[in-house]
């Protein structure tokens, strides 16, 4: 057992490791009304793991503790914006993967904060030939996009 002159000591040498805040993830809900996403259970999970990722990253721990800060999540809107260009044989797509999630934090059941976050993301392609790109999603476009939402998310509601 660690005396207090020990955990005193320690401390002021930098050894000793703080606690960082508990941070439960809450329900991830897709409340997506639009798009090829609507109603996708895929996408809830997806976005419940790199919500956890991140939570991590920013230097909270996940726990399961009911007396923990709660994190719920709706994934409002999620979709891409293609705009196109052409002259002749030369052709310019840029697509624009946009997200909007909203966050809400408990704490035992009391709501502290609510933030709607927003993220885009572009990818921007050209060529000399008239190609249809089909404006499907890019995934490493995309989750570049939710990534910075989470974070944006996370540094506002947390």
Request: net charge positive.
């Amino acid at each position: 057992m660690k005396t207090v002159f020990t955990i005193l000591l320690l401390s002021l040498c930098g050894f000793a490791s703080a606690q960082s805040p508990s941070v439960k993830v809450g329900s991830v809900t897709n409340k997506v009304k639009v798009g090829p996403l609507t109603g996708n259970k895929n996408l809830a999970f997806g976005v419940k793991n790199v919500l956890e990722e991140a939570i991590q990253d920013k230097g909270y721990s996940l726990s399961d503790d009911p007396n923990a800060l709660k994190l719920d999540v709706e994934i409002v809107y999620f979709d891409i914006q293609q705009t196109s260009a052409g002259v002749s044989v030369f052709h310019k797509v840029d697509n624009e993967t946009i997200i909007k999630i909203k966050g809400t934090l408990y704490e035992r059941e009391k709501k502290l904060r609510e933030y709607v976050a927003t993220g885009k993301s572009s990818e921007i392609s050209t060529s000399t030939m008239i190609i249809d790109e089909g404006g499907g999603f890019n995934q490493a476009t995309a989750r570049s996009a939710l990534k910075k939402t989470i974070v944006t998310l996370i540094e506002k509601t947390l």
